[in-house]
């Protein structure tokens, strides 16, 4: 079992986006220090819900100003990224940090970013697979070529040789039953987003079962589930903390998500959302938060937890939860110490 922290350089009401990036680098280093085993960053476009707009730079940052922990994108978007692009950098990447780097990719959605970058809505909505297969081509081969029917190229060498082998990690976002059937059917893994509860990554997680079967593989995939983790005195404290926090985040971010044709779009309710997710994750005293994780991992059959951890809205508080849940959970989960009593 794997633990990781997951950042997006949230910005919260007024704060500057700069330092709300600043903020997620120092959180990698810290969460190295905290003893956990990886940190993922995402990666967003003309919005304040994210302030990184390329996961995989961030990543080679924050892999030279660490020694031990894994990076991985969360995701880097292939719907606006060329995939041999994408696997070059993983490659010098991987090679680099001597195998700290883990990718991972997802289609993305019908945002603006498509008209912006040129690739359009048809790489979302029907060229994933494709964009999918090309990536793992360019990341196992000395050489790739693209044979379409959206990319068609001539046959290329690709440098350097990886580390890793077959390749390096790839982890797909899953949001839907097809997309898992996509990912079983190329033995990758997937990860859960935040927004599901156990249930739905549950239904998820056998979804993924079910098509690796049907694929004539055996399901060994080790799947990523990310939660939001709060750490506070007590389960109303922590709550509290987070409805007071998080619309301030939520609101301009979540009306950031511009659809590339105008097509109609209900965005979520922040406050409702906010409610969501410390209804759904460990948000509470550590006990609570260890107990809620276990559940999670035992429900959902997960290999890696990704935790968010920038809900309390401040770089100080950002940090102190990196540094309590490395004190007072991972230990206990990792099965070194009980809970100390309340």
Not at 143 to 158: C, K
Not at 240 to 255: F, I, K, M, N, Q
Not at 296 to 303: K, S
């Amino acid at each position: 079992m794997e633990f990781g922290i997951f950042l997006l350089g949230a910005v919260f009401g007024d704060d500057d986006p700069g330092a709300a990036l600043q903020t997620a680098a120092d959180a990698v280093r810290c969460a190295e220090h905290a003893g956990f085993d990886e940190a993922w960053i995402a990666e967003h476009h003309f919005m304040s819900y994210g302030t990184c707009p390329s996961a995989i730079t961030f990543a080679g940052h924050a892999l030279g100003a660490t020694s031990s922990i894994t990076v991985g994108t969360a995701v880097s978007v292939l719907s606006t990224t060329h995939p041999v692009a994408l696997a070059e950098q993983t490659r010098m990447l991987d090679r680099l940090s001597g195998g700290r780097f883990a990718l991972g990719v997802g289609r993305g959605g019908p945002w603006v970013d498509l008209e912006v970058f040129g690739t359009g809505v048809e790489a979302y909505e029907h060229d994933f697979a494709e964009r999918l297969d090309l990536l793992l081509a360019s990341l196992t081969g000395d050489s790739v070529r693209g044979d379409g029917p959206s990319l068609r190229f001539r046959e290329v060498p690709l440098t350097p040789p990886v580390l890793t082998r077959p390749h390096p990690p790839v982890t797909v976002a899953c949001t839907s039953e097809e997309t898992a059937a996509l990912a079983a059917a190329r033995g990758l893994p997937i990860l859960l987003g935040m927004h599901a509860g156990d249930d739905e990554k549950a239904r998820t997680v056998a979804a993924y079962d079910r098509a690796a079967g049907q694929a004539g593989g055996t399901p060994q995939a080790r799947h990523t589930s990310t939660v939001v983790a709060h750490v506070a005195a007590d389960r109303t404290s922590a709550v509290d903390e987070l409805r007071h926090s998080l619309p301030r985040w939520l609101t301009p971010g979540l009306a950031g998500y511009i659809p590339v044709d105008d097509r109609p779009r209900q965005p979520r309710d922040p406050v409702a959302y906010a409610e969501l997710l410390a209804d759904l994750h460990p948000v509470g005293d550590p006990a609570y938060c260890i107990d809620r994780l276990r559940t999670g991992i035992a429900a959902t059959g997960v290999d890696r937890v990704l935790m968010l951890v920038e809900g309390g809205g401040s770089r100080a508080r950002t940090l102190a939860t990196i540094e309590r849940l490395g004190a007072e959970v991972l230990p206990v989960l990792r099965g070194s110490r009980r809970p100390d009593p309340l």
